[in-house]
Every structure is written in C-alpha cells, then in structure tokens.
C-alpha cells in the first residue's frame, strides 16, 4: 500500500459526459501528479500539481482539468468524454519534485461506452 | 523531442537466473532523470530504481542494478536472482522538462 488513495476504483459512463477522479495523497506530500495508462497510447504523464499550483504539464487535453486543494487532495475532471478517454488513470504524489520518488495510488479505470 | 524505447516487448527468465531489460532514450538535455517502474498484475506503478543522469555510477537497489551508458544513451535494468514476484510488465522513463515512458517490457518468471 503506497498511502495514495483514489476514488472511484472503477468507472463506468456515456460519451459527452463529464466524471470527476479524487486522489488523496500520502501524508506530508506536496506534490500530485496524474497520469492516463491507455492501451493505444501507453503511459502519458498528464499534470502535476504543487501546494496547490500547477507544477508541470504534460499531455492533458483541453477537455481536462485538475486541481489540488488546500487540504492537498486532488481532482481530475473530464469532460466532454469521448471512446479514446478510456484508460486507467494513476495519481501518484511525492514531497515535491518531479525527480522524486513518486509515490502511485491503485488507480481509477474508466470506461467510456 | 524525447523517446523512450523498450525494444524487448516480452522477456522471461528462469527463477533464479539472471535478466536484463533494455531501454534507450533520444533527448538533447544535459540534466534529466531516468527511472524503472514496474506494473504488477494489480496494475499499480511501483518505482523499481532512479538514476540521475550527473552521476556517474551505476545505481542498485538490492537485487535491481542498471547500466547507466549516458554516451550511447541506454539505461538497462538487470534483475539477479529472479523471483516470482518480479513477474510484471516493466516500464523505463525519462524525466527532463516532460516526463516520458517507454511501451513496457512484459517479464515472465519460469518457476
């Protein structure tokens, strides 16, 4: 148990609709990260976010947003939903950067009918 | 931009026996980061090994070794002593200003 916890585990919804991932992260983390496993375009790193702050951005579509809370949770919002969004979506956290060791939560998978 | 290729889709190895993972990266940055994740069956991303690209020695984590070949830009995992539970799918990533993972190596553990 790596101390990252997200809900929901699994996830099912329509196309155009919009679901909101949550990760907690371990206790005296700063940092969160999300990152979208998918079978076609593999492992992408997504965003990271920093006491609350955009860190660091990777490939996040426009349909999809994040934040970090005061009390350092996390959401990940998607929207618009379309086939392709299927995939497991990791958070991981870390104290603070990038370069540290990321800590991952089990991951919420989400299918998009 | 940068790549990370995994070219060995699958590998296996006999318990006990030694196995190397192999990974190589395109970039232009001086300063980046290199990493080994592994993805058990219940999906979750464990860090397996980190390496940072000034130094010069190898790093270990017990019975996980890479080898660091920061010229040819490679960076392979070698597991010695192969056990069961290292049956996983296998990912290297680079971390530079963007943070990029290779397809994976699937690695199977004959008993």
């Known amino acids: 148990d790596s101390g990252v916890t997200q809900t929901p585990k699994h996830l099912i919804t329509a196309t155009g609709q919009r679901v909101t991932l949550r990760c907690s992260p371990r206790s005296g983390d700063l940092s969160v990260y999300w990152y979208q496993q998918s079978l076609d375009q593999g492992l992408q790193f997504l965003i990271q976010y920093y006491n609350g702050e955009e860190r660091a951005k990777g490939n996040i579509l426009e349909r999809f947003s994040a934040q970090q809370f005061p009390d350092l949770h996390s959401e990940l919002n998607l929207s618009s939903l379309e086939l392709g969004d299927s995939a497991l979506y990791f958070c991981?956290?870390?104290?603070?950067?990038?370069?540290?060791?990321?800590?991952f939560g089990p991951g919420t998978r989400l299918l998009v009918l | 931009a940068q790549t990370v290729t995994q070219s060995q889709p699958e590998m296996s190895v006999q318990e006990a026996e030694t196995v190397t993972l192999s990974c190589t990266y395109d970039t232009s940055e001086s300063d980046y980061y290199l990493f080994w994740y592994k993805q058990p069956p219940s999906r979750q991303m464990i860090l397996v090994i980190r390496q940072e690209a000034y130094k010069q020695q190898n790093a270990t984590e017990n019975r996980f070794s890479v080898n660091f070949q920061k010229a040819a830009k490679s960076f392979s995992l070698k597991i010695s002593d192969s056990q069961l539970g290292d049956a996983a799918m296998y990912f290297c990533a680079y971390l530079g200003n963007q943070f990029y993972f290779g397809t994976g190596t699937s690695l199977t553990v004959i008993p």
């Open positions: 991981a956290s870390s104290v603070g950067s990038l370069e540290e060791t990321q800590y």
